[in-house]
């Protein structure tokens, strides 16, 4: 009998080991595919999507605030409450928003920015990070958040 006949039938077990293991990883490898979330209004493009559901969570891409107010408090709710059509076109809603971080470009905004990002959700809100950054893409932009909701 030659030789390479005694590696053959443990070969043979792993390969039938990680096939039976793919087999089993399938259906939660399916569950985990991301899915392209668009609210009504709200517009991805070439480079970003507005949201990614991947699982039970919703990945939202960073908001900026509307133009029109200057002021941190009406910038950090108007960043904030663009998230609401993605929210509600992935079925769930700001109360389910579960990890937050801020963007912003000025340390000296953090107690406004803080403020309205309390009005805006509650005694309990997400955990948070912030940070301060050099600049931001928007021009007059003074932060820019971004969120992971859950979905269930």
Known sequence: MPE???YEEPIMRIRSFVAACALV???VAAQAQKQVVTGTGVNNSATLSAGVKVGDL???S???PARGDSTIEGQTKSALEKMNPVLAAAGTSKDKIVKCTVFLIDVKDFAGMN???TEFFGANPPARSTVVVA???VP???LEVECIASLK
């Open 4 to 6: 390479d006949h005694y």
């Open 25 to 27: 990883a399938l259906p």
């Open 58 to 60: 919703l990945f939202m």
């Open 62 to 64: 960073g908001q900026t």
């Open 115 to 117: 403020k309205a990002y």
């Open 135 to 137: 600049a931001l893409v």
């Open 140 to 142: 007059g932009g003074k």
